[in-house]
């Protein structure tokens, strides 16, 4: 018998979750963790209100304006010495691709049937136009995690704080 995977959020812990919507990770840099994914990605102030107006992935058009700007972010943050900024806005590269991605496979971007018990819906039902926008923002997401400026300070960001 399989165990059916439920989605995380419905035994979601925000005690536990190691960001925190009142902090200032600008002001309070040692805080920030890189974490797994795209942790984070939602609730890191000032970042998040600096990035999430640029964030479109509903046509290709848009996709790829938005991935552009996200990334001349993560290169200004970067020149800036801003490492938490700039790995804010990779994560916003790589929230471009796993949104696109989630409604290219399922109708209206639904992955679970929260009235069957949250049984996983039929993939291949959704909006093709949305693996266009995937495939943009996985590209420079891809070349956000390749530059060597970013990956070293990644690396040592990790090994210092987490």
């Known amino acids: 018998m399989t165990r059916q995977r439920q989605p995380s959020y419905l035994n979601f812990d925000k005690h536990s979750y190691p960001w925190k919507p009142d902090i200032d990770y600008r002001k309070e840099t040692e805080k920030y963790r890189v974490g ?17 107006p640029h ?10 304006q938005s991935s552009a700007v996200l990334y001349q972010m993560f290169e200004e943050y ?34 679970y049937d929260k009235n069957n018990g949250y049984a996983l819906n039929e993939r291949g039902t959704g909006d093709p ?9 996985y590209e420079k997401w891809k070349q956000a995690e390749a530059q060597p400026e970013y990956a070293g300070r990644k690396k040592a960001w990790r090994e210092q704080y987490g």
Do not use: H
Request: charge should be positive.
């Open 36 to 52: 797994k994914g795209e942790q984070g990605v939602l609730i890191c102030e000032p970042y998040k209100s600096e990035l999430a």
């Open 129 to 137: 136009a949305k693996a266009e926008s995937a495939a943009i923002f």
């Open 78 to 111: 970067l020149k800036a010495g801003d490492f938490v900024g700039a790995d804010m806005a990779r994560k916003f590269l790589q929230m471009g691709y796993t949104r696109a991605r989630r409604y290219a496979n399922y109708k209206g971007g639904i992955k």
């Open 55 to 64: 964030w479109r992935f509903r046509t290709p058009e848009l996709a790829s």
